[in-house]
């Protein structure tokens, strides 16, 4: 979704793509907390995540496996 998002923003913004996503989203979750309080918008943030992985794992775009497996952590 991010990435049609990406291609589809006007080419002089997309170096702060990413940005402007955050702040949307920012600005979303602060009109939920001023309309419904801190308890109602965490529990709705969380089930929201939660609804967003599920739909990931059944679309098959939810990659699971660890990036570092297999691999011996640097002695400092």
Request: charged share 20%; hydrophobic share 45%; glycine share 12%.
């Given at each position: 979704m991010f990435v049609y998002l990406y291609r589809k923003f006007p080419e002089e913004f997309q170096p702060y793509f990413w940005r402007?996503?955050?702040?949307?989203?920012?600005?979303?979750?602060?009109i939920l907390?001023?309309?419904?309080?801190?308890?109602?918008?965490l529990l709705t943030v969380i089930i929201l995540t939660i609804s967003?992985?599920?739909g990931s794992a059944f679309d098959g775009?939810?990659?699971?496996?660890?990036?570092?497996?297999?691999?011996?952590?640097k002695a400092r």
């Open positions: 402007i996503v955050s702040i949307g989203i920012g600005l979303i979750v602060l907390w001023l309309l419904f309080g801190f308890w109602k918008t967003y992985v599920i775009k939810l990659d699971t496996s660890s990036k570092n497996k297999g691999r011996k952590r």
